[in-house]
């Protein structure tokens, strides 16, 4: 037997929260489903500067000050690692890995995005051998050792500054001669002392020993030389992918995988919303998710009362 909901959010990071508290606000019987701690890619994000109402917050505090405000409107918030949506009649089904069920005309989805990887010789090798994706969780391995960071957007730099407040250098290797990232964090790290750049630089391989990572090959794209860099970390931030694989038999996916909807967060499909960084859009931040996520509560709300009418 099917748990049923009024709706169901799946993704309990900034803008599921958001839209699982308007939702509930409203008075919709609400289900919230994740499969990791609440708070998503907050919980991998030492320092939040860009968060309004917060000089500087921790990721993991924003997180559990999100998750109370949330729980003070009482949804029900289950584990749940979703396998599957079908769909059956106006309802949504939504099945997880541990066999459960259940049904809600409307689906709110806010999965996400996880990191990308650069697919080259020796990355899966040395993965947690050297090979990391998140500065947070692994940062205190390299203490007083060098490390190498790839990519050149937000994530790069910000990891990279965080990880320069243990690691004894840190060397970011970009493809190109000029970053992605916000000014301001370029400005950061440009002033960093421990920090160095390495442009027009493209990773061609982890380096090894067999137990653990001793660095990376890179063509340097102006001479086409071939050169190594020694590290005992290699941290990689080259973009992020959608988490949409539930999703793909729905008819709401673009070529990459993302959702792209409306202003009102609608999808192509009715009574199916989407938000926050799972969405086809440029700018991927706290601050839009939570917007994102209060418009598809609110529009979760107007599309239940229609359908009751
Ligand atoms: P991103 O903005 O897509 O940047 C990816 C970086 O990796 C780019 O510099 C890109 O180079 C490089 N890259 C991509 N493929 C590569 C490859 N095969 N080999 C080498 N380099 C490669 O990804 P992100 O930094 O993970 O950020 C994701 C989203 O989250 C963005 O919207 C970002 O603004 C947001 N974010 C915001 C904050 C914040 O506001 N504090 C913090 C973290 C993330 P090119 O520049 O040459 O394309």
Known sequence: ???????????????????????????LNVLVLDRGPYGGQMNNTDAIDNYPGF????????????????????????????????????????????????RAPILIIATGSDHRHL?????????????????????????????????????????GIYLSQLAKSVTVVHR?????????????????????FVWNAQTEEILGDGTRVTGIKYRDKETGAEKEIKAAGVFIYVGVLPQTK????????NEQGWIPTNEHMETKAPGIFALGDVREKDLRQIANAVGEGSVAGQAAYNYYQDLKD
């Open 119 to 159: 697919n080259v010789p020796g990355e899966e090798e040395y993965s947690g051998r050297g090979v990391s994706y998140c500065a947070v969780c692994d940062a205190a391995f390299f203490k007083d050792e060098d490390v190498v960071v790839i990519g050149g957007g937000d994530s790069a730099i910000e990891e």
């Open 176 to 196: 190109r001669d000029k970053l992605r990232a916000q000014p301001t964090l370029q400005k950061r790290a440009f002033a960093n002392k421990k920090m160095k």
């Open 1 to 27: 037997m099917a748990d049923k909901y009024d709706a169901i959010v799946i993704g309990a990071g900034p803008g599921g929260m958001t839209a699982a508290l308007y939702a509930t606000r409203a008075n």
């Open 55 to 102: 000089t500087e917050i921790k990721g993991p505090e924003l997180s559990q000050k999100m998750y109370d405000t949330l729980m003070k409107f009482e949804p029900d918030y289950k584990y749940g690692n979703v396998q599957s949506v079908e769909l059956d009649g106006d309802e949504k089904v939504v099945k997880t890995d541990d066999d459960k069920e259940y």
């Open 246 to 253: 539930p999703f793909e038999n729905l008819g709401i996916l």
